[in-house]
């Protein structure tokens, strides 16, 4: 099925540095949403974002809804050991109203102390 | 607040064995209730979705089958397992209308052997 492009595959950076992972495709969305996935568990929800240009915080994070509605950016700040997982990102694509996520491929995080 | 409760957390089945999967949310009603399926590493792929009580989409065809026998219960089940449907299977739920996010539970661990 339809998949976002997101980049990159994977990251391994240093404790107190900052991260920036984004996602694209072709087609315009409706929303775009970040998760985050520990070894085990299910995803959890970051950031929603409804609107094109929309910027929104949740603590370290920031995200943004690009203004083409084609893209996303996912910002953490300082780094910590706890924010190590999985990063998906996800979105309706707006092509028609649908209850349907597409996902990105994931972003694997690893920080080192 | 809502909630979403799957189990087993973990499963060892044998080849050709059956499967029931089940999956119940808490806290609100008439939601949209998704299956998926993620292979190692891998990103999430859309086994099956329901808007309603008895209203199954399925996205793949598969060895699998979903049934919504109430509002707030998905299950998902196999007639004969195959090596092939070992993965980490994750329920869903978001609001009954468009364009919401979705909620994960934490997921079922199957290994066939």
């Known amino acids: 099925g339809q998949q976002l492009n997101q980049s990159p595959q994977s990251m391994f950076i240093q404790e107190g540095e900052d991260v920036s992972m984004n996602c694209t495709s072709s087609?315009?969305?409706?929303?775009w949403l970040w998760y985050k996935q520990d070894p085990g568990e299910g995803p959890v929800l970051l950031i929603a974002l409804y609107k094109a240009g929309e910027l929104t915080s949740n603590g370290r994070l920031t995200a943004q809804f690009g203004i083409t509605r084609k893209d996303s950016f996912l910002n953490i700040s300082a780094s910590i050991p706890s924010d190590v997982g999985i990063y998906f990102c996800?979105?309706?694509?707006?092509?028609?109203?649908?209850?349907?996520?597409?996902f990105g491929t994931g972003t694997r995080l690893q920080v080192f102390p | 607040s809502q909630t979403i409760h799957q189990w087993p957390a973990t499963l060892v089945q044998p080849v050709g064995s059956p499967l029931s999967l089940e999956c119940t949310v808490e806290g609100t009603s008439n939601p949209n209730l998704y299956w998926y399926r993620q292979a190692a590493g891998r990103g999430l792929q859309l086994l099956f979705y329901?808007?309603?009580?008895?209203?199954i989409s399925s996205e793949v065809p598969q060895n699998l089958s979903a049934s919504r026998p109430q509002d707030r219960q998905f299950i998902l089940s196999s007639k004969k397992l195959l090596l092939s449907d070992s993965g980490f299977y994750l329920c869903?739920?978001?609001?009954?209308?468009?364009?919401?996010?979705?909620?994960f539970g934490d997921g079922t661990r199957l290994s066939i052997l």
């Open positions: 869903a739920w978001s609001g009954g209308t468009f364009n919401q996010p979705q909620h």
């Open positions: 996800a979105g309706h694509t707006g092509s028609y109203n649908t209850d349907k996520l597409i």
């Open positions: 087609s315009i969305f409706n929303t």
């Open positions: 329901s808007v309603g009580i008895g209203q």
